[in-house]
């Protein structure tokens, strides 16, 4: 089976107008869910769902409280985890002071084995939609649920890169989808965040 993809064009630095250079974006058939991989899993295996939710869950709390101690995970097979952290725009370091830090991100670096088994992928063009996204309305809807539901909140610029769609196309969506009393708008203006109802 190929992976399908489209080309778009690379964002215009500082809006100088100038044409960018294409980049190749995958064009995912769907999204699959947690309960789906845990049933796949089941059925090939001698374990419940019931074990296999249990057993995931409780992997995340361990990889959880170890990156929580500012531990590196190196999960063998699948790759490695690690936190990275934000702090003030600075040359002077005295002006950094500890309650500056925050949490940024969870950093993942993927498995030499992973990506071995992933080199052989055979791939398909396929025509991008005028609007920007490879998804119809109601599957960027579910996306946007479905990221509501794990992260809780959701902005325009996460929106974008969920459906690898334009602002436009984001902030419709996001529109459409408070009026439909999905979500609510937590913000303002342009700092709009939304969470569900």
Same mark, same amino acid.
Request: aromatic residues 6%; proline residues 4%; charged residues 25%.
């Given at each position: 089976?190929?992976?399908?993809?489209?080309?778009?064009?690379?964002?215009?630095?500082?809006? $100088? /107008?100038?044409?960018?250079?294409?980049?190749?974006?995958?064009?995912?058939?769907?999204?699959?869910?947690? $309960?789906? +991989?845990?049933?796949?899993?089941?059925?090939?295996?001698?374990? !419940?769902?019931?074990?296999?939710?249990?057993?995931?869950?409780?992997?995340?709390?361990?990889?959880?409280?170890?990156?929580?101690?500012?531990?590196?995970?190196?999960?063998?097979?699948? /790759?490695?985890?690690?936190?990275?952290?934000?702090?003030?725009?600075?040359? $002077?370091?005295?002006?950094?002071?500890?309650?500056?830090?925050?949490?940024?991100?969870?950093?993942?670096?993927?498995?030499?084995?992973?990506?071995?088994?992933?080199?052989?992928?055979?791939?398909?063009?396929?025509?991008?939609?005028?609007? /920007?996204?490879?998804? !119809?309305?109601?599957?960027?809807?579910?996306?946007?649920?479905?990221?509501?539901?794990?992260?809780?909140?959701?902005?325009?610029?996460?929106?974008?890169?969920?459906? /690898?769609?334009?602002?436009?196309?984001?902030?419709?969506?996001?529109?459409?989808?408070?009026?439909?009393?999905? +979500?609510?708008?937590?913000?303002?203006?342009?700092?709009?965040?939304?969470?569900?109802?």
């Amino acid at each position: 089976m190929s992976v399908k993809y489209a080309l778009y064009e690379s964002p215009t630095p500082k809006g $100088n /107008g100038k044409k960018q250079a294409l980049h190749a974006r995958v064009v995912p058939t769907t999204t699959i869910r947690m $309960n789906r +991989i845990i049933k796949e899993v089941s059925a090939f295996s001698s374990f !419940s769902s019931s074990d296999i939710k249990g057993m995931l869950q409780a992997l995340v709390d361990q990889l959880v409280s170890h990156l929580e101690d500012g531990n590196e995970l190196e999960l063998e097979g699948l /790759g490695h985890f690690s936190i990275s952290l934000s702090c003030p725009k600075v040359t $002077n370091p005295r002006q950094i002071k500890t309650q500056h830090i925050r949490f940024k991100t969870v950093k993942f670096r993927c498995s030499k084995e992973v990506k071995q088994r992933l080199y052989a992928l055979e791939f398909e063009k396929v025509a991008r939609d005028p609007n /920007g996204s490879p998804y !119809s309305p109601k599957e960027r809807k579910e996306n946007i649920l479905a990221h509501l539901e794990k992260y809780q909140t959701i902005q325009t610029s996460h929106c974008m890169h969920l459906n /690898g769609c334009t602002r436009y196309l984001a902030k419709k969506d996001l529109k459409e989808m408070q009026q439909e009393g999905l +979500i609510i708008n937590l913000g303002q203006n342009k700092h709009s965040i939304y969470a569900m109802l």
